[in-house]
């Protein structure tokens, strides 16, 4: 079984530009989460989707971030215009409603 | 600040030796635990996990142990190996038991030795 998508590895963008990641979740699973990963440190949530609806998104800076999961499978992340500050992994995960988080590889964000 | 947090940045061992990571946290009303290992260049992988209704939990070469006491939560992994060098993360939740609200610690660098 393929496990959690994401496209793409890496990305090198000048500040002010935008950027989108995109995810496929694994197949069956309804919840699917996008985190961010500061070099060092743990992930921390962004966004967490129940099929189409994003049910959390209290820790997404709405100003420049945003995310869609039009169908409730694949999801995108865009960051319009990226700052310095935004260099770090984003990575998606999904699961079965609350059980198991399965993590993708994630994407390396550089901004320079 | 951080709730969840490790106590050693880094760990070195020599191989087929035993590990003990550690974690602690601050939020009593967790009452769901998650070891993770993140190898360089890929997204977190489950390892182990315990409720707080538990004290001890064992897998294959792992164990984690809870501390509800001193709110402290640690893995073990018995004859570490080279496969065994990662980042590990251990992660609470903090919405009542489900598992989509995890809070990450900052992790420990297990270097494997030879």
């Known amino acids: 079984e393929a496990g959690v998508v994401q496209s793409p590895r890496y990305k090198i963008i000048e500040k002010k530009q935008p950027v989108a990641f995109w995810c496929n979740p694994i197949?069956?699973?309804?919840?699917l989460y996008w985190y961010r990963q500061n070099l060092g440190q743990g992930p921390e949530l962004l966004i967490r989707?129940?099929?189409?609806?994003?049910?959390?998104d209290s820790q997404l800076p709405k100003d420049r971030f945003s995310a869609e999961r039009l169908k409730g499978v694949d999801s995108t992340l865009k960051i319009q215009p990226a700052e310095l500050g935004d260099s770090a992994v984003y990575l998606c995960?999904?699961?079965?409603?609350?059980?198991?988080?399965?993590f993708g590889p994630g994407t390396r964000l550089t901004v320079l | 600040g951080e709730s969840v947090g490790l106590h050693l940045p880094t760990l070195s061992v020599q191989e087929g030796d035993n590990s003990i990571i550690n974690c602690a946290y601050s939020n009593s009303a967790s009452d769901y635990f998650i070891w993770y290992k993140q190898e360089s260049g890929k997204g977190p992988q489950f390892i182990i996990d315990i409720r707080s209704n538990m004290d001890k939990r064992q897998g294959q070469r792992v164990t984690v142990l809870l501390n509800k006491t001193v709110k402290h939560l640690s893995l073990q992994i018995a004859a570490t190996q080279p496969g065994d060098s990662a980042v590990y993360f251990c992660a609470e939740n903090r919405s009542g038991g489900s598992n989509y609200k995890l809070t990450f610690g900052k992790g420990t660098l297990l270097t494997v030795n030879p």
């Open positions: 989707y129940e099929n189409e609806e994003a049910v959390d």
């Open positions: 995960a999904s699961s079965k409603g609350d059980n198991e988080q399965f």
């Open positions: 197949s069956g699973h309804n919840t």
